[in-house]
């Protein structure tokens, strides 16, 4: 994989088993995010990193520092009685994220590239 990195736009890493939604976010995807993450620092300009399954209000945060810049979350938004509400308090979360983070990536996004903040 190594020696394709510099010709893709996006690497998407599933956090949970393919099949259905509202699972459980798998725990080691947080250091498949984390290595990623840094084999991904050394490109320029440097891909998105987006992760797909169980994100949630709990750890979005948690998810975005190990260096995930898109988060996918379907069933956090869509299960909820008010999907629009459930969407403020995910950017709320991520909001934060950056006025407590020293992550390089929420203060010095790739040149050419705005930080992604949560749509």
């Known amino acids: 994989m190594?020696?394709?990195l510099d010709q893709v736009d996006l690497i998407l890493l599933l956090s949970?088993?393919?099949g259905f939604g509202?699972?459980?976010f798998i725990p080691f995807v947080r250091?498949?995010?984390e290595d990623m993450?840094?084999?991904?620092?050394?490109?320029?300009?440097r891909p998105?990193?987006?992760v797909d399954g169980g994100i949630k209000l709990e750890n979005c945060r948690d998810v975005a520092q190990a260096g995930a810049s898109i988060l996918v979350a379907g069933s956090a938004i869509f299960g909820n009685a008010d999907p629009r509400a459930a969407?403020?308090?995910l950017r709320e979360?991520?909001?934060s994220r950056s006025e407590h983070t020293t992550d390089r990536t929420a203060d010095n996004p790739s040149p050419g590239k705005s930080p992604r903040r949560p749509r």
């Open 2 to 4: 190594e020696q394709v």
């Open 16 to 18: 949970v088993n393919p």
């Open 22 to 24: 509202g699972q459980a």
């Open 31 to 33: 250091k498949k995010i």
């Open 37 to 45: 993450h840094q084999w991904l620092e050394r490109l320029n300009p």
């Open 48 to 50: 998105e990193l987006e």
């Open 87 to 89: 969407v403020n308090e």
């Open 93 to 95: 979360a991520l909001n």
